[in-house]
């Protein structure tokens, strides 16, 4: 349906509407050549295999006086105490 200001006068060609750019706003893919591919980082040598047998050795091992295992909570306690001033609860 047209309107009547608009419709076709004998005689007269009709005009061309303007083209409209694509729904997505851009070109069709085959004109744009894809990005180049970033260079691939150069990879870290892989970690030197490590004998099952020296772990152990080493896990053995006994340990300097300051690796000694302290009470998670023992810890958690004095450092709420240092750094933050907390107290325990007298009840």
């Known amino acids: 349906m047209t309107r009547p200001s608009q419709a076709q006068q004998p005689g007269q060609a009709r005009q061309s509407e303007p083209t409209r ?5 851009r070109a ?3 004109d744009i050549p ?3 591919e970033p260079p ?3 990879e870290p040598l892989p970690p030197e295999p490590v004998d099952e047998e020296e772990m ?5 091992l ?3 006086a300051d690796d000694q ?9 004095k450092l709420l105490a240092d750094q ?4 325990p609860l007298k009840g």
Do not use: K, Q
């Open 34 to 36: 894809p990005p180049p």
């Open 62 to 64: 006994p340990g300097d």
């Open 84 to 87: 933050l001033g907390a107290r």
């Open 21 to 25: 750019p694509a729904p997505s706003g």
């Open 69 to 77: 295992r302290l009470d998670p909570e023992a810890v958690v306690l």
């Open 56 to 60: 152990l050795a080493e896990a053995a």
């Open 28 to 30: 069709p893919a085959d």
């Open 40 to 42: 691939e980082p150069d």
